[in-house]
């Protein structure tokens, strides 16, 4: 089966430089050089996290004023009750390091999110980012990768059960209008950003 998309920008080339090499029945994710980070986690998810971290905190900022307590947004099926105890950076690595699929992934499910926001005016939340964020890899990982695993073992990484994360997948893609291409050039508008705001951690 080949990918329906492979739009790779060259700022981000050394990402998938190569065709990604098996590892028995997974893909092993290829990472650029020079954007590790002492403790091998890949400087663009740390870019990654920044800016959606940045993003929550604006806006439970936002929504801790007055003037906006009667503005808060409805609750979606991605909301918790709570905010889990792993922070984003924390709930991104653990998805690279389980779920196997292409570093490119990360960078389109980013995006995807950004769709879905301004698709929807839903405002990222440490109530529904994780979800966000679990879901968003598995249909980028469904979308560009060769192979990638179930919605039940993506339940596991992310913390949820198999029908959540079913339920999950759909609404999402309903969200997006299952609107899943992303163009060269909008990919390479992404990598520059990340490259951007990766320099400065």
Known sequence: MKRKTDAIHPLCSKIEAKKQRKKGNQLAPQVPEGWKTMASTPRFLLAVASLLEKSIQRNEKLFASSFASS????ITVFDGSKAPNMNVRQYMERIFKYA?????????AYIYIER???GTGVRL???????????SVLVAAKFMDYLCHNNAYYAKVGGVSTAEMNNLEME???NLDFKLHVT???YGKYCQQLERVGRGL
């Open 184 to 186: 060269t050039e909008v």
């Open 125 to 135: 939340t440490s109530l529904n980012i994780h979800r966000l964020l679990i879901t």
């Open 100 to 108: 196997s699929c292409s570093t490119s992934c990360f960078v389109v």
């Open 172 to 174: 999402f893609l309903f």
């Open 116 to 118: 879905f926001v301004q």
């Open 71 to 74: 503005q808060k947004d409805s």
